[in-house]
Nanobody, 117 residues
Framework: QVQLVESGGGLVQPGGSLRLSCAASGSGFSLYVMGWYRQAPGKQREMVAVITGGGQTDYPNSVEGRFTISRDNAKSEIYLQMNSLKPEDTAVYYC???????????WGQGTQVTVSS
């Protein structure tokens, strides 16, 4: 029902910034809790940001103050503004959609973010 396509990943130097985008297809976008997750080699996938249809957000301590998630319900898109990037932020970043009522869960294909000098 929902297809998710991420974009905006790439190579950036420590201290730099990147803006990730996720375009969602399908209807009822405002009823999905959206999120960004990341997975580095040899590590478990972790949540880095979530946002409800009403705009409430949550972040882990590792990115609090550096990352900002936002959504545009008219465009069915979410974004992740990443500032003050660190080498430990290097990972594949995945877009996630979870329906608020049914719990249906969808994932994008991922986009690589590499922070290195």
């Amino acid at each position: 029902q929902v297809q998710l396509v991420e974009s905006g990943g790439g190579l950036v130097q420590p201290g730099g910034s990147l803006r990730l985008s996720c375009a969602a297809s399908g209807s009822g976008f405002s009823l999905y809790v959206m999120g960004w997750y990341r997975q580095a080699p040899g590590k478990q996938r972790e949540m880095v940001a979530v946002i409800t249809g009403g705009g409430q957000t949550d972040y882990p301590n590792s990115v609090e103050g550096r990352f900002t998630i936002s959504r545009d319900n008219a465009k069915s898109e979410i974004y992740l503004q990443m500032n003050s990037l660190k080498p430990e932020d290097t990972a594949v970043y995945y877009c996630n959609a979870r329906h608020f009522v049914s719990g249906e869960n969808y994932w994008g294909q991922g986009t690589q973010v590499t922070v290195s000098s």
